[in-house]
């Protein structure tokens, strides 16, 4: 079975600069997609950034980029500029090209400092 | 339509007595998909439609809960007899299935459930 792992529970920096969140996983699958979700306190879950496993280009959406490595099965997140409305707890999931079982990690909280 | 909804937001009930939440998705999205996620932990998949039809249920779906989505549309989950391990977040997502793709999940706020 998939599990995903962070190592992380909690993480803290500096408004304005960069933090990196580790995720890995374990698969004995080629295909399938990786998500960074964010859980702000008492606010609901939102999708940060999706990476699809037969892409080699690592995402990026603004702030948010990934180091995706396929072979080492790791899956980090890299907030830069941090903002204080980044702060929330950071989840890694993993779903199977196959199937809907989206696997989630226990979650990192950031915390953002001013 | 903003995004995905769940009603009630808090539900505190005792032991043994029956409670039902509801989710209404994303009004294009097909598929629907229930987790629950315990303090401290990520969420964990529990069930999910296409449409009306409940295609896969995870082992956690003890027979004393039931998911429906009579028409397709919002989606219950009922919980009979619930156990103060019943406490949790019970979150629903939705998403646009065509053909072999799936499209990103979309969560709602959540329903916290409290079982004293």
């Known amino acids: 079975a998939q599990t995903v792992t962070q190592s992380q529970p909690e993480m803290s920096v500096q408004e304005a600069e960069t933090v990196t969140l580790s995720c890995t996983y374990d698969t004995s699958e080629s295909d399938y997609y990786l998500f960074w979700y964010k859980q702000p306190p008492s606010r609901q879950m939102i999708l940060v950034i999706r990476q699809e496993a037969y892409k080699q280009q690592n995402a990026t959406e603004n702030r948010f980029s990934v180091n995706f490595q396929k072979a080492a099965k790791s899956f980090s997140l890299k907030i830069s500029d941090s903002q204080l409305g980044d702060a929330a707890m950071y989840f890694c999931?993993?779903?199977?090209?196959?199937?809907?079982?989206?696997?989630f990690g226990a979650g990192t909280r950031l915390t953002v400092k001013p | 339509d903003t995004g995905v909804s769940q009603d009630p937001r808090h539900k505190i009930t005792k032991r043994g007595q029956n409670v039902t939440f509801r989710c209404d998705p994303i009004s294009e999205h097909n598929r629907l998909y229930w987790y629950r996620q315990t303090l401290g932990q990520g969420p964990e998949f529990l069930t999910y439609?296409?449409?009306?039809?409940?295609?896969?249920k995870s082992r956690l779906l003890s027979d004393r809960f039931s998911a429906e989505r009579p028409k397709g549309s919002f989606s219950t989950l009922e919980i009979q007899r619930t156990e103060q391990g019943d406490s949790a977040m019970y979150l629903c997502?939705?998403?646009?299935?065509?053909?072999?793709?799936?499209?990103?999940?979309?969560f709602g706020p959540g329903t916290r459930l409290t079982v004293l």
């Open positions: 439609f296409q449409n009306e039809a409940q295609l896969e």
């Open positions: 999931a993993y779903r199977s090209a196959d199937n809907n079982d989206m696997r």
């Open positions: 997502a939705s998403s646009l299935a065509v053909g072999a793709n799936t499209y990103t999940q979309y």
